[in-house]
């Protein structure tokens, strides 16, 4: 299985939702790790409605020695409604200013993820907010199979994509993992004429070269539903996501050299 890493250079272009949604309709294990710098766990929001207290986050790892993470993460995870045996969430801080006392576990927390997915053949997606608050991207990146980069497809976001990459790619190319990285566009014109919904061709013409994976249908009411349908545009376009993700995994592998590919 495979370590992937959500992200986006802008606010709310759908990580958290496509993330819930990849743990419900998957056909694997798949553990959720809530990174988002901002805090508060939107992800128990959305999946239990509010009334799951949220006393428990990846904070509680600051207080146990790296080699007891992977105990300690599945100690703190929660199954999701629905696939309790399948799919687990471990929320994300309370309160952003909690952030600042991470720092030091994001580097092993990234090598424990790592061999959750190897060991217990669980995919884990790390949700990790909008690039850059957290300050603790390239520590996860070092383990992670992709990175996917989420965007929407407003002239504004691509204008914020189109400057942003270039960053994140030599931030990849340090650590020797640039073909990790792939864009994600949010599809649909839900946002009004005005605001045009540039196409998958269109924003590879500005990525030079980071590949753009079909993306994900954007649908509001869908992705903030505690019912996870597998069938309707929204589910459907997350499913096509997940099988692109999966044989971009694989190609990062190949060019990285990289023994035993996700599978």
């Not at 993460?73 to 991470?102: D, K, Y």
């Not at 576990?105 to 959750?116: D, N, S, T, Y």
């Not at 989420?150 to 993992?177: C, H, K, R, S």
Request: aromatic share 4%; glycine share 12%.
């Amino acid at each position: 299985m495979a370590l992937h890493i959500l992200t986006s250079l802008s606010g709310s272009p759908g990580v958290t939702s496509t993330a819930m949604t990849w743990g419900q309709i998957s056909d694997r294990p798949t553990l959720i790790i809530e990174a988002d710098p901002a805090g508060g766990s939107p992800m128990l929001c959305i999946g239990w409605g509010g009334t799951h207290p949220h006393n428990r986050s990846i904070l509680d790892l600051a207080v146990h020695p790296p080699g007891e993470y992977v105990e300690r993460i599945w100690e703190l995870a929660i199954p999701l409604p629905g696939r309790e045996r399948q799919a687990w969430l471990v929320p994300t801080v309370g309160l952003a200013a909690q952030m600042r006392s991470l720092m030091s576990v994001f580097g092993p927390l990234g090598e424990a993820l790592a061999r959750i997915s190897r060991d217990s053949h669980v995919d884990v997606l790390v949700d990790l907010g909008r690039l850059g608050a957290a300050g603790a991207s390239t520590q996860l990146w070092q383990h992670a199979d992709t990175v996917l980069l989420f965007t929407d497809t407003t002239l504004q976001a691509l204008n914020t994509l189109a400057v942003g990459a270039p960053a994140v790619v030599d931030e990849l190319d340090a650590i020797g993992a640039r073909h990790r990285l792939a864009v994600v566009p949010v599809l649909g014109d839900d946002k009004g004429a005005s605001n045009r919904p540039y196409g998958v061709r269109e924003i590879a013409g500005i990525t030079d070269g980071v590949p753009v994976l079909p993306g994900v249908a954007r649908d509001a009411k869908a992705a903030g539903s505690r019912t996870w349908g597998r069938r309707g545009r929204y589910p459907l376009s997350v499913k096509r996501l997940i099988a692109s993700v999966d044989q971009h995994a694989r190609e990062a592998h190949d060019v990285l050299g990289i023994q035993g590919a996700p599978a």
